[in-house]
């Protein structure tokens, strides 16, 4: 007799890569949301879920930053599922008064409509002053020129605070006439901001082993009416912040040293890994193509800048068009079934190299 256990899928869109489908602004939600009625439990990252004003929990859903993801698919963290987290708000002291007074109200309505557990909040000592870069391939980064100013505010959060998870609003460039940001908002081309996030919440998680996510401070844009749906999330108010906020409030906290609970996840329990084809040079990817319970799905319509494919890197996984696509081979793999069982013809099975037989006749 079978014993049941959960299945588990993970759903990766790296950063700042212009990937068609989780480049912009949550529009990888729906993908999440359609994976989670297969998966019992489905792992991803803020870039896949974060939706600016807009935002899906599913209970079912875990919300775990970059680096986190990256040392729970090397084995080093686990994940232990929670019911509330206090969050800690971090603010940038180089944002207007103005805008930051936005900030902390978009808190307090997460707070009272939505009753969030907040923390009193922090600015930093010091502006940290961020600045994008773009790097060759067309892919983001960027720099923070006073990471010990954002280090020594978090430190605050959780020591004096008692902040589980940190939310970090840190002031970004103004670039309203820069061709990038127009491709962006038109649903081209690369996610300006989102490399230089990527730089700031590692840094708070890699310190303190703790939940963290960012969203950039910015001036509001001036309307365009040739908007992409893909990009049109970040249009509607003077914020990021709210799917920040929802996405820390449950997110899992990191396992980092036994003694280890029943609840807790672990690599080893990832069944499937859904990424897009050409970015399989992550290293959560490499690190779950050496487990062998883990299947690799890669997505050839979710194109990126990058091109670093499993085939190259000598990886196993079941190449799939669409994500529609891939959501078939869960279901078939959750069942225990062969994808191959499901096409109108399948090859014979062939001998192991070596061990060939004379055929009959």
């Known amino acids: 007799m079978s014993v049941w256990r959960p299945y588990t899928a993970m759903v990766v869109v790296p950063t700042g890569i212009g990937a068609a489908i989780g480049g912009y602004a949550g529009d990888a939600l729906p993908v999440v949301k359609a994976i989670a009625q297969v998966a019992d439990r489905v792992i991803t990252h803020p870039n896949v879920l974060n939706g600016a004003s807009l935002y899906w929990p599913t209970c079912n859903t875990f919300y775990v930053e970059g680096y986190g993801l990256d040392q729970f698919a090397a084995g080093a ?64 980064w960027g720099t923070i020129e006073n990471p010990d100013s954002l280090l020594r505010a978090a430190e605050k959060l959780i ?44 840094l708070v998680v890699r310190t303190f082993r703790l939940p963290c996510a ?11 009416p040739h908007l992409s749906p893909k990009s049109a999330a970040e249009e509607l108010g003077y914020t990021f912040l709210p799917c920040v906020l929802v996405g820390l409030s449950r997110a899992p906290q990191f396992v980092t040293q036994p003694p280890s609970q029943p ?16 970015a399989c040079g992550g290293s ?62 399948i090859a014979p099975l062939q001998p192991l190299p070596g061990f060939e037989t004379k055929p009959f006749g």
Request: hydrophobic share 45%; no cysteine.
């Open 159 to 202: 020591h004096q605070a008692g902040a589980e998870a940190i939310a970090v609003v840190a002031r970004f460039p103004d670039d309203t006439g820069s061709e990038a940001l127009q491709n962006y908002r038109h649903g081209q081309g690369v996610d300006p901001l989102a490399g230089a996030e990527a730089v700031i919440s590692h």
């Open 77 to 140: 963290w686990g994940l232990r599922p929670v019911h509330q987290n206090r969050i800690g708000l971090l603010l940038d002291a180089g944002i207007e008064p103005e805008l930051r007074l936005r900030h902390v109200q978009v808190a307090d309505a997460a707070r009272a409509t939505l009753g969030l557990t907040l923390t009193e909040y922090v600015v930093t000592d010091a502006p940290l002053h961020v600045s994008l870069r773009t790097a060759s391939s067309g892919a983001t």
């Open 263 to 278: 609840t807790d996840i672990w690599s080893d329990q990832v069944d499937a890994l859904v990424v897009p084809a050409s």
């Open 214 to 224: 960012h969203a950039p401070a910015l001036s509001p844009l001036p309307l365009d």
């Open 284 to 345: 959560a990817v490499l690190s779950l193509s050496q487990q062998t319970r883990t299947q690799i799905i890669t997505v050839r319509n979710n194109t990126t800048r990058m091109a670093v494919t499993a085939q190259q890197l000598g990886i196993t996984a079941i190449a799939v068009e669409s994500y529609l696509e891939a959501l078939g081979v869960m279901v078939a793999h959750k069942a225990g079934l062969s994808p191959a069982a499901l096409e109108p013809a």
